[in-house]
């Protein structure tokens, strides 16, 4: 029996008194104390001599307990949980004591959870010593289980529980295929560097939820690479999701201390650091309006030298904040420089004309050459949304084929149907599919698949254009042009504001020729108000891959209606008899 499906068993003592959705709340927790129970079983002797010793001097312990237990974390209890056997009707009392002496940043993950609610309600159901026993019965010591193994059992559980109760599991949890296909595609480029052995990078997500994006990262490494160390660091506002992510980190060896709960947008926990790889899935078309006060004084007091220096996205989906915040993490490119990851809905390509907040972001990220990719996905691939999702990547040390380039990639009919839906996800990508975006990412060339294109490549400047602001003279009621009387246009035709019009010019166009061949043939009386003129960038991704069918000939069509009707006269006919 597998030690996730043993867990699992647990399930059985839960059900009647717990709903299916809620047994992650009890196994979960008790996974990670069982593990941390026998991670600190080698050293607990001389954790609690040293804490004793200290204790007489009035020095503050901490430093010389982490040292004596060679974790990151220690107990000071002289309870275990196989000694908490020791006396059944004590058992909560007991558990509570032992929970507590554990050292603060673990004992923030059992808050998390509120796993204190769960030890009451199992404890008024009767069924608290009889969980325990069964967890402080599994052997999870390190010798048996290293860090590797426990983290992919810890997630495959937390992917059972997110399963489970899928109408949240969106929020909290990114699908595997996804997370691998980003994962891929930020370090393809770095494949050479990161196989030297000894090589230390960090990587970080802003959103962490229960951390699988960093878990994919790492474990990617690790199979490319077994010298490799990837330091995480991530930030996470659902408790629940905090406490998963924080507790996986530890079992993998992870310093938790990076792990910082809260809102990323209004109160960044790793303020000023930089990194190396980045990966974020942030909610999808969400209004910032909780946050709103914290941004805008951000953006307006600090400027570029805030994270929101370019632009802020309406209200209503404050996605394109998540992606700020990401280039604000980048590390110098003279120092290295960053590659990161980013899951959008199709809003951020498009919304919003010249001059609104998206439009000068895109042209932030465009004109500072930090797009290399945009990948369309399959739409059903995410657990709480069925819409076309596509994922950015984003680097400020692109390769030198690259430079002033970004490369489309159509990957929505990369794609298998699922077994089972879970959600809205009711579709997935196989490792080959996986592989083969990959590929043609790799590539940076442009590529088609049964004759329609999947891969095209453009300049940056393709996707800018200028809006400009087309006038027509005021017209009095004999006809004749009305003229301006003072000011700096002072006989100058006034415009009639009825008449206004405005036009998008291609950036690589010369406007005044535009203007001639499109506006002045049909209006000759008009003219450009050039100081109204505004520089806009918009990415219609799916235009770049429409391929045009033509309608079926008249004849094919009068045929098909033929044999319709034909069709109908004969049932008519039958009916009559």
């Known amino acids: 029996m597998s030690l996730s499906s043993f867990i699992w068993s647990v399930a059985d003592l839960l059900r009647g008194d717990y709903k299916q959705s809620e047994y992650g709340k009890v196994i979960l927790p008790f996974t990670v104390l069982r593990r941390m129970d026998c991670v600190l079983e080698k ?16 020095i503050n312990p901490e430093p010389f307990l982490l040292r004596k237990s060679k974790q990151s974390f220690y107990n000071t209890s002289p309870m275990d949980m196989k000694t908490l056997m020791g006396d059944q009707d004590h058992i909560k009392e007991n558990l509570y004591s032992y929970i507590q002496a554990f050292s603060p940043s673990v004992r923030d993950i059992f808050e998390r959870f509120d796993f204190y609610t769960q030890i009451d309600r199992l404890a008024k159901s009767g069924l608290l010593y009889q969980v325990t026993e069964k967890f402080a019965g599994i052997d999870l010591h390190p010798e048996t289980v290293s860090n590797t193994e426990m983290g992919t059992v810890f997630e495959e559980l937390i992917r059972k529980f997110a399963e489970i109760s899928n109408e949240t599991a969106g929020e909290h949890f990114t699908p595997r295929d996804v997370i691998r296909l980003m994962v891929n595609l930020i370090f393809i480029e770095d494949d050479d560097v990161l196989a030297k052995p000894g090589v230390v990078r960090t990587i970080y997500d802003p959103t962490a939820g229960t951390g699988g994006m960093l878990s994919v990262a790492g474990e990617y490494l690790v199979e490319h690479n077994p010298q490799a160390r990837l330091t995480m660091y991530g930030q996470e506002l659902n408790d629940e999701s905090y406490a998963i992510c924080k507790a996986d980190m530890l079992i993998k060896g992870q310093d938790v201390h990076n792990i910082i709960p809260g809102n990323t947008l209004s109160d960044d926990g790793h303020a000023h650091k930089v990194f190396d790889y980045m990966l974020s899935n942030p909610p999808f078309g969400v209004e910032w309006k909780k946050v709103e006060k914290a941004v805008r004084k951000e953006h307006e007091q600090q400027g570029f030298n805030g994270r929101f220096g370019p632009g802020l996205p309406r209200v209503s989906d404050g996605s394109l904040l998540f992606l700020m915040h990401l280039l604000s993490k980048m590390r110098l490119a003279t120092d290295g420089g960053s590659r990161f990851g980013i899951v959008l809905n199709g809003s951020p390509l498009f919304t919003g004309g010249a001059g609104s907040g998206e439009s000068e972001i895109r042209r932030y990220v465009l004109e500072n050459d930090l797009v290399e990719a945009i990948v369309g996905l399959p ?76 891969s095209r490549i ?16 005021l017209l009095d009621e004999r006809g004749k042009v009305v003229l301006v009387v003072k000011g700096k246009n002072k006989d100058a035709p006034q415009p009639d504001s009825d008449l206004r019009d405005t036009e998008n010019v291609p950036l690589n166009e010369d406007v005044e020729a535009h203007f001639e061949r499109e506006v002045l043939r049909h209006v000759p009386d008009a003219w450009i108000d050039h100081e109204k003129t505004k520089v806009g960038y918009e990415i219609p991704f799916n235009r770049h891959f429409y391929v045009f069918k033509p309608p079926r000939s008249l004849e094919e069509i009068d045929a098909e209606l033929k044999g319709v009707t034909d069709r109908i006269l004969v049932m008519l006919g039958g009916l009559a008899e």
């Open 43 to 58: 050293t607990k002797e001389s954790v609690l001599a040293e804490n004793a010793a200290r204790k007489k001097t009035g």
């Open 379 to 454: 739409t059903d691939m995410f657990y709480n949304t069925g819409i076309s999702t596509y994922v950015w990547i984003l680097s400020n040390r692109k390769p030198g084929h690259r430079k002033s380039k970004v490369q489309l990639i159509d990957a929505s009919s990369f794609w298998q149907k699922m077994r089972k839906s879970l959600g809205s996800k009711r579709k997935e990508m196989t490792d080959d599919q996986i592989a083969e975006i990959t590929r043609i990412f790799g590539s940076f060339t442009e590529a088609s698949k049964d004759g329609v294109p999947i």
């Open 458 to 473: 453009f300049k940056n400047e393709d996707f800018g254009y200028r809006t400009i602001t087309v006038e027509r003279p």
